[in-house]
């Protein structure tokens, strides 16, 4: 079994769980948006959101834990490969950095969209 194809996919599942754990427990920007997500899924769960706008809202969760995940490791490695300032390796970390960004703005507009009507119900009639 160590070595079928299940077995195999089993083993990198457990090697994806570690890395996620591992993010959580020693990636400040992905503490933060833990945080940010757990945040607004209780406010999902308190002004009652449909099932599109939770549809919606957890893509945009996983788009930016995915991001923060992928810069982190982007920046690990840079920083693996030269651990002295160069000016490329900064615009790997910055341009990794710029990839967060787009994520979590777009984040950012989706939970507009979805909480803004349900804070100022009557701005939005």
Known sequence: MKDSFL???IRGGRYAIKGAWILIKT???IQ???IISI???IAGFY???TKTEWIFQILAIGMVLSTEGLNS???GIADFIHPD???KIGYIKDVAAG???FAALTAIVIACFIYLPYLFPSFFQ
């Open 7 to 9: 077995g195999k996919r």
């Open 27 to 29: 990636e400040p920007s």
């Open 32 to 34: 933060v948006q833990v």
């Open 39 to 41: 945040l607004v899924c």
């Open 47 to 49: 002004f009652n959101i």
């Open 73 to 75: 490791s982007i920046e």
């Open 85 to 87: 300032f160069h000016s």
């Open 99 to 101: 990839g967060v960004l």
